[in-house]
């Protein structure tokens, strides 16, 4: 789905991952970690991470050119545009859903949904928000993962059409690039 550009320290299996269920467009992990860091860029991804940790976490990151520090608890957010380089450390066990969603399925569903330029979209890194939405379809996701449903491959294909449309109503930017001639 996605080149890995860089990634260090990060080296614990996931749980669980959708890797090879044949979902498109998304890629969904659950992970359960101990202490520690990591450094990684995905080229292709749009990231979001998802804490389902018991008890706070004090987290580290550095994305985008600017730091962040604070605790993640269960529900907390953190959202990582694709090609945003991200430095992370946490500093006790930690447990997340991990879920990437292919750039060019949101730029896709940007232009034929949305009818919306897909190259004049950004979406914008966020840090330790809170989104009942997307907690609700990560939760979901995660369901499908732990138990594979009839009907899973349609749920799954929903599921990414809604988040995808609903991180470009929230979460995503238009620029113009018109030129002002002189």
Known sequence: MSTLAVQTELTYSPILSSQ???WENILVKHYQHPAGE???QLDDDHTICMSLAPRPVR????????????LYGKGDLSI???????FARWDSEDQFIEIRIASSF???????????????LELVPKFRTR????????????????????????YIDS?????????LRRYAVAHSNLSIDQ
């Open 106 to 120: 949101i730029q896709t569903v940007a232009q034929e949904t949305l009818d919306i330029n897909p190259d004049h």
């Open 159 to 167: 599921l990414t059409n809604v988040l995808a449309v609903h991180l």
């Open 131 to 154: 989104d009942p939405q997307i907690e609700a379809i990560a939760l979901m996701l995660l369901g499908e993962l732990q138990q594979e449903s009839l009907g899973g491959k349609l």
């Open 59 to 70: 987290f580290l990151h550095i994305k985008d050119g600017k730091t962040y520090t604070s």
């Open 20 to 22: 090879n269920r044949g």
């Open 80 to 86: 990582t545009p694709a090609k945003v380089p991200l």
């Open 38 to 40: 990591a450094l990684c």
